[in-house]
Structures are given as C-alpha cells and as structure tokens.
C-alpha cells in the first residue's frame, strides 16, 4: 500500500467550487502547493504542479442560475477567474483541472465502472439530511433543531431532508484497510493531531456514502455510465453488518441495478466522488482517462484545509483502494485564515479581496506574510499592521538591507567580483552557514514538510550575515584602503547572496530573480558557493537604484 512516487513530485491543491470567487482561503492553499512544488524544481525533480476547479453540483448551479446564466457559460467565467487570479499571483502550476473536461469525465467514468464492477457500489434508497454548501449528507448525531429548522452543528449550515434511489458506496468495508494504512504510515497527515482526529472518526465506525444525486434533485453533474456489466457482481461483498448501522441506508443489500437506460439518465455522480477523481485525471491528462497508464500516481502530497480532511483522508483512500490504486503519500491539512478576527464569508460580507492586497503590497510580500505567520496547526489571522510590521521588519530591514549592503556599488570596485584574500573565522562562518543551508532546509521541507520553520532557518542566517557585516565593517577596509580584506568580506557577502537567490525562490519567487539577475550567469544554479561559477573580476548587473523592499 505505501507504494511512493520517488522518481516525480506530485503535489496537488484542493480544486475550488466556482460559486465564488477567489480569496484567501484559495490563495493560502496554492501558495503552499506553489512552495513545495518550486522547491522541488530547486532539487532538478521533476514535478507535476496541479490545481483547478471544481464545477460540478447543486450549489454551483444555483449560482449559475442567480446570475442569469446556464451553468456552462457561468463555471467558463469563474474557472477563468481563478485561473488569472493564480497566474496574477505568479503560481507556477503544470496544468489546471476543471471538472468539465472531457478527460476528467472519462476518469469518473472509469473509476466508477472500477468499482461497481468490484461490487463496492450498489442502488439503493437513501435517506438524510442534506447540506448543499458542503455537499455532503450529514449523520444525526451531527445535526440540531432550531425552531423546527435542521442545521449542521459544525458549521450552522442549513440542511435540506432528501430522500430519493441513490447509488451507494460501501463505505463501511474499508474501515480496517484505512486504520491499517494509517498504523503504517503514523506521519501520513500532517500535523500529527489531525492524523489522531481521523483515526478516532474511523474507529468509530464508517457508515456507506451516497455517492449519486437523481437528476430530478440536480442534474449538472457527471452522469452515473449506463454500463451495466457489473451489475451481476452486485452484492458479491455485502456491508458487515456491525459497521453498517446507519438508519439512511436500507438493508436491502441484494437489490439489483435495473439495466433500463432510464435508470441511467437518471443520475449524476456525487460530487465528490466527481471532484477527489481530478488527482488522477488531471496528472495524467494527455492519456485522455485511463488511470492506469497513470505513471505520476500516487500524489506525493494533497495539499487541503482541515474542512476537507475527511473527503481526503477517509472517502478518497477508500475509493482508491476499492480501484486497487495506491494512496497519496502525504495530506498537508492547514488551518483556515481569518481577517481581523473574524471568519471570512461571503454571508459576513468580508470576502477577503486577496488581489487588492497584491496590488497594494506585491506578490512576494503577501505570500511572505501568510507562510510566515502561522503553520498549518493553526488558524492565521490576517492583520494589515502585522503583515506591515513583518515587511518591514523581516523583509525590508534584514533581507533588503542585506542585498543592498552586500552590492553597495561604493564597496565594489567597477561593480566587478573583488578577489578574495585569505578567509578568517568570521568568513568561514558565514561560508559555512550558506554552505549547509541547503540541506538544513531541504531536511525542513521534505521530512517535517514545514514551510515556517523553512522560513525561520534561512532568516537566522540573514540575521548572521548582517551582523557580519556590523562586525567586519567593510567600509572601514575601503577607508583604510585594505583591498584585500574589503575584497573578501564583499566576495564571501556576494557569493551568499547568490546561493540565497535559489534558495529563497521557492519562498519570495520575484524577489529571488531579481537577486540572480544581480550574478552574469544566473541560469548556472549553485547551492553552495562556488568560485568557479562566481569567478573574480565578472561585472555585476548592479541597479543603483536597488531596493527590494521599501520600507512602508
Ligand atoms: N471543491 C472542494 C474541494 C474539492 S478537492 C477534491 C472545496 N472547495 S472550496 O473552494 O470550498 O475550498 C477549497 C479550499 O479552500 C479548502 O481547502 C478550504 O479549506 C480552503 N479555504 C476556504 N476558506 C478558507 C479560509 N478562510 N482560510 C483558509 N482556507 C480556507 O472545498
């Protein structure tokens, strides 16, 4: 089961519902794909970047029809959205999924067959409250009663009673195989109390899923395939009867699919079931739907909010074994942002416009601020004053500053690389420091998957550096005409600001160009400093003008 992917990165976001527009939330979940997948294009990986849009379903069609449209021409219009929003935010994503692909359908399509045929689904009645914003049925212990009115006590959603023939997903068969893949795989969610939470929701026992919606109640949707092979197989592995103690589902287990067309016609794919399927059509959307000349597969990390642990962490696992796929290796589940305290939502009317804030502080600052600031174990909560205080503080006195001391023209003769002298303890200090940063983070971002503490690693070493620079004063060599010794605190400060424009890439991509762009030949990586790539006497491409963060 723990089959691993060690040859690609994989790495995915969560595709995102089109009955709104992007915002933070979006925003937060790419960004932690975008680093992880950049570092890994750092290591020469060959990485496979996906996100996209989910399309399907009763809420986005409702939206679709709150603006006058069908629901085609609406899900074109946001898809583009947010397709613009990420290339806006510089996201270097290997390809956009949109449910509406026909690539995608042949996938579902596919999978689903996989599974009736494997008799893990059959036709049934299927009764429950319904909440449309999460598209999920949800179990009565979960629910609560105001004033005659049912609502998800979770999230306070209102729910809708539906009760219609409804393709079923025998859920509970794979209760044993998803608490073993987790005994195996302790750190397969990240951070480890989540892991705990979906152990403990398994153990409790997993009821079987509707995983269909009748057309009458919502037809914009994949339709369920009018294949009806599998149809004998029904029944061949029943429901244990002590998990499956769920009052929605019937214990009419022998039921039959009837092989009339209009039992067909007459349903859609659950959009989940719809939605989890894009992680394998999308990595392997060239072969047009066949999942098993999937060679990117499994995913090496999902990368989701905690809302959607249990669609990732339990419904997906189950559906892929059922279809003898191995699973992902790795759920990144952050937490979720909020502004000035405040749960961000289009119904508390401060959707959160993540673009104004790019326009008004930059790509690099906004990302900077939002992995900084928190990890995935907690909710952040956005603050224009503490996003200020970090550019500020982080960005524009410890990093700016740095850069533009260590290529102060002033200490550069002709902007050229100065020769270095012999390297005292002080130099070799920093060399060492840059020389093992590499891999101090690469340890960071590849076993705790940890972006923050990735963070914190390389600015201990920016602070090192500038006081290094307090310390070594190379202006007071300029002054005394010690060229030799200016030559090499400036070489040994060149040479670390080259390596940090490769390794801050994944974290600041714009502000890591404009440091290479500093270095003749930018397009020679090197992750250590090298005399032979920085060689004495090259011109520098030194803007006078250079400050990467102004101070605000
Ligand atoms: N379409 C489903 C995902 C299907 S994946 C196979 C969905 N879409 S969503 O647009 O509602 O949410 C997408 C992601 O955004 C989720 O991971 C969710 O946690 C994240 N966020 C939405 N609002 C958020 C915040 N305010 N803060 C952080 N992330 C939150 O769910």
């Not at 409702?62 to 806006?88: G, H, L, W």
């Not at 037809?219 to 592995?237: E, F, L, Q, T, Y």
């Not at 079931?273 to 090496?300: E, F, Q, R, V």
């Not at 956005?382 to 960005?395: F, I, S, T």
Request: aromatic fraction near 12%; charged fraction near 25%.
């Amino acid at each position: 089961m723990a089959q691993t992917n060690d040859k690609h990165f994989y790495i995915t976001t969560p595709i995102y519902y089109v009955n709104a527009l992007p915002h933070i939330g979006h925003f937060y979940s790419t960004l932690i794909a975008d680093c992880f997948a950049r570092w890994n294009r750092l290591k020469d990986k060959t990485t496979f970047f996906l996100t996209g849009t989910d399309e399907h379903g009763q809420k986005v069609k409702e939206a679709a029809i709150n603006n006058n449209m069908t629901p085609q021409e609406y899900v074109d219009i946001i898809s583009e959205k947010f397709r613009d929003c990420f290339v806006r935010a510089n996201f270097k994503f290997d390809h956009f999924i949109r449910t509406t692909h026909d690539y995608h359908v042949a996938t579902v399509t596919r999978l689903w067959d996989t599974l009736t045929s494997s008799g893990y689904i059959y036709l049934d009645k299927y009764r429950g409250w319904y909440n449309v914003s999460d598209e999920t049925f949800v179990n009565e212990s979960d629910i609560t009663d105001i004033d005659g009115s049912k609502f998800c006590k979770a999230t306070n959603k209102a729910l809708v009673w539906h009760e219609e023939d409804n393709y079923i997903f025998k859920l509970s068969l794979f209760q044993k195989s998803i608490l073993k893949h987790m005994d195996q795989n302790p750190n397969w969610i990240i951070p480890a109390f989540r892991q705990k939470e979906v152990y403990a929701f398994v153990k409790d026992g997993l009821h079987d899923i509707s995983v269909s919606r009748q057309m009458s109640t919502c037809d914009w949707g994949i339709p369920v395939p009018k294949k009806n092979n599998w149809c004998n197989n029904h029944g061949s592995r029943r429901v244990d009867s002590t998990t499956s103690n769920d009052s929605r589902v019937s214990t009419s287990n022998n039921f039959c699919v009837s092989n009339s067309d209009d039992q067909h016609k007459r349903h859609i794919v659950y959009v989940w079931l719809d939605a989890l399927t894009n992680y394998l059509s999308g990595s392997n959307y060239k072969n047009s739907g066949y999942i098993c000349n999937n060679n990117i597969w499994p995913a090496n990390v999902h990368v989701i909010g905690k809302d959607i642990l249990k669609f990732h962490a339990v419904y997906w696992p189950a559906f892929l074994i059922g279809a003898n796929l191995p699973l992902p290796e790795k759920i990144i589940a952050h937490g979720w942002w909020t502004k000035d305290g405040e749960k961000i939502s289009k119904s508390m009317g401060n959707v959160f416009d993540i673009d104004k804030e790019v326009e008004k502080y930059g790509n690099d600052a906004i990302k900077f601020y939002l992995l900084r600031d928190t990890s995935y174990s907690l909710d952040g909560d956005y603050r224009e004053e503490r996003m200020v205080d970090r550019y500020n503080g982080e960005l524009s006195n410890t990093l700016g500053n740095l850069v533009s001391r260590a290529t102060a023209p002033a200490l550069l003769n002709n902007y050229v690389v100065p020769t270095p002298g012999n390297f005292t303890e002080d130099d070799c200090s920093i060399i060492n420091d840059i020389n093992t940063l590499f891999n101090d983070v690469d340890k960071i971002m590849t076993t705790d998957y940890d972006i923050q503490l990735s963070i914190n690693r390389i600015w201990q070493t920016l602070f090192k550096m500038n006081l290094y620079i307090n310390n070594t004063k190379p202006w007071e060599s300029r002054k005394n005409n010690d060229n030799e010794r200016l030559g090499t605190i400036m070489y040994t400060l060149l040479g670390s600001i080259r390596v940090l424009g490769y390794i801050l890439e994944p974290f600041l991509p714009e502000t890591a160009v404009r440091i290479q762009s500093i270095f003749p030949n930018k397009s020679m990586k090197t992750l250590v400093i090298d005399q032979t790539v920085l060689v004495p006497g090259q011109k520098l491409n030194i803007d006078k003008n250079l400050v990467l963060f102004r101070k605000l």
